[in-house]
Structure formats: C-alpha cells, structure tokens
Nanobody, 114 residues
C-alpha cells in the first residue's frame, strides 16, 4: 500500500505562485510513476505534470512553462511549483502514484482569484 498526503494549496491572486507538496509513505519501493492531476468543478480529472517510469517528465500544454514538477527522493516527496497562476488553474489538485495500481491523495484546493 502507498499513502499520499498533499499540502500547500490555498487562495492566491492571478499571477501569483504556490508550491504543492506530496509525501509518499508505505511500500514506496518500485513506484513506477508519480505526479499531479487536477479536477475543476464540472470537469474531468486531468494530468498536470508527472514523472514517468523512466524518470522523464510530462506536462499538460496548459501549464508548460509555468509549472515545474520536482522531487526529493530522500524525503519521498514530489513538489509542484506553480507560477503565473490563472483563474483557470482553480481546481482540486491530487497527487498520484502508480505501483501495480493507482494511488491517490485526498486532494488540496487551489483557488486563483482576485
């Protein structure tokens, strides 16, 4: 089993920044992929950014150049640095890990509004 706990969400003005953190615990050895998804009201959950099984990164077109995913293996933590935030980035952000199956965190709300 893998447990994921997100933190770092909140309310920010357009153009602002936030950094999300996701700490993984449990049987984290051999996690294949890990990253961030988001779900806005009335919309499907979508990929934001992730590390693949080969260590490469994928980004949604809508966030490329503004968001950066990074990780600290010693802390079993994945980060999402979000800059130049827009109102359309408002969503619940979920941490995701893949090890034989998908694991999800509880989500953290990000609201971009003036």
């Amino acid at each position: 089993q893998v447990q994921l706990v997100e933190s770092g969400g909140g309310l920010v003005q357009p153009g602002g920044s936030l950094r999300l953190s996701c700490v993984a615990s449990g049987t984290i050895f051999s996690i294949n992929a890990m990253g961030w998804y988001r779900q806005a009201p009335g919309k499907q959950r979508e990929l934001v950014a992730r590390f693949t099984s080969t260590g490469s990164t994928n980004y949604a077109d809508s966030v490329r150049g503004r968001f950066t995913i990074s990780r600290d293996s010693a802390k079993n933590t994945v980060y999402l640095q979000m800059n130049s935030l827009r109102p359309e980035d408002t969503a619940v952000y979920y941490c995701n890990a893949v090890k034989f199956r998908e694991y999800w965190g509880q989500g953290t709300q990000v609201t971009v509004s003036s």
